[in-house]
């Protein structure tokens, strides 16, 4: 009888072996990739936190206005809020003390509240102050056309038409200035003229206007040579609130 041999314990076959060692290397790289890949995520998540932040302390996406710098010119501030950031403005009340006081009165009775920058020409000015275009309702074509109800005198001021200095818009008519203002986005001084009563100036995120005169446009703009310019999206070029800072 052949002899057998005593039991003991059973070895692991080699194709077992194989197969632990297959197996710890697919979940260990898996582990690995999935490490990686979400370390990857979440550095580019964090990369995009950091760029919105910076985003959004930059001139074009900033929330608010700085507070007003000491004067002792007597010149008011105040901050426009737009749906594509906020600026701030000094209104010059020595030089055109008629047109920065309506302006004031206007912005304290909330007149400019959600008011549609109307007139977008990129390269030239962005205007606003249409009550017609609240709440960026009613028929585009009218826009323009509307007013406080109140004109005031054209007062001709020494100030340029330079970038960022805004004046009151009016029909051919000095006089008839109401409501409805620009900012000049390039400098228009030679074109303009003193045709206009320049009353203030950005002086805080000029990149916000900047960025009003690059949304995109009706295509009336061209054909009109510039006077029919409303948004295509007027939701996203509104005028939020004007908070007059101080003396006002």
């Known amino acids: 009888m052949p002899v057998r041999k005593p039991r003991g314990r059973k070895r692991p076959s080699h194709r077992r072996a194989y197969a632990s060692i297959v197996l710890l290397v697919v979940l260990g790289g898996a582990s690995f990739t999935y490490l990686y890949l979400n370390g990857y995520l ?3 998540g964090s990369n995009s936190t950091s760029n919105t932040s910076t985003a959004t302390s930059s001139f074009a996406y900033s929330t608010g206005c700085p507070a007003p710098p000491s004067s002792s010119t007597g010149n008011i501030f105040a901050c426009v809020k737009t749906t594509q950031g906020s600026f701030e403005i000094e209104l010059f009340s020595k030089e055109a003390p008629k047109t920065v006081a309506n302006f004031v009165s206007l912005a304290n009775e909330g007149f400019y509240n959600n008011l549609v920058w109307h007139r977008i020409v990129n390269g030239f000015v962005i205007q606003t102050g249409d009550p017609n275009s609240r709440n960026a309702t009613g028929n585009p074509s009218s826009w323009g056309t509307g007013g406080s109800g109140t004109t005031i005198p054209f007062e001709n001021t020494s100030l340029p038409e330079g970038e960022g200095y805004i004046a009151m818009a009016r029909g051919s008519d000095p006089n008839s200035a109401t ?43 061209q054909s009109s040579g510039g006077l029919e310019c409303p948004p295509q999206q007027p939701r996203q070029a509104m005028v939020l609130s004007i908070t007059i800072l101080n003396g006002g």
């Open 42 to 44: 979440q550095g580019i």
């Open 179 to 221: 409501s409805q203002f620009f900012i000049n986005i390039n400098n228009n001084t030679a074109g303009l003229g003193r045709g206009y009563a320049v009353f203030g100036q950005v002086i805080t995120n000029m990149n916000v206007p900047l960025a009003i005169g690059r949304l995109p446009v009706a295509s009336t703009c």
